[in-house]
């Protein structure tokens, strides 16, 4: 099994930075990717960016590209979003997740964070 837990999240005003972070612990080394996903009230949850330990190869919504970073610490299986000139509609539960090895499936999933942007 994978625990991961989420820290960082917070109240911040338009145009502010928030950074969170992921605690992986467990059989990390079953792992593939971890991920960043939202959900804001009323909506789906969606998908924010992600990073291969591996390679450190990241991607992201269109939505976020340019304004967040997403970044790992393999010596502390930490990862890290890096969220700048933040929205009002960033506004949401912040989820990490990790894809089990050989299924590419986000398998494990954090209990989320509040992150709100005040106008």
């Known amino acids: 099994q994978v625990q991961l837990v989420e820290s960082g999240g917070g109240l911040v005003q338009a145009g502010g930075s928030l950074r969170l972070s992921c605690a992986a612990s467990?059989?990390?080394?079953?792992?593939?990717?971890m991920g960043w996903f939202r959900q804001a009230p009323g909506k789906e949850r969606e998908f924010v960016a992600n990073?291969?330990?591996?390679?450190?190869?990241?991607y992201y919504a269109n939505s976020v590209k340019g304004r967040f970073t997403i970044s790992r610490d393999n010596g502390k299986n930490t990862v890290y979003l890096q969220m700048n000139s933040l929205k009002p509609e960033d506004t949401a539960v912040y989820f990490c997740?990790?894809?089990?090895?050989?299924?590419?499936?986000?398998?494990?999933w954090g209990q989320g964070t509040q992150v709100t942007v005040s106008t």
């Open positions: 997740a990790a894809t089990r090895t050989g299924t590419g499936a986000y398998d494990y």
């Open positions: 990073i291969r330990w591996s390679t450190g190869s990241t």
């Open positions: 467990g059989r990390t080394f079953s792992t593939t990717t």
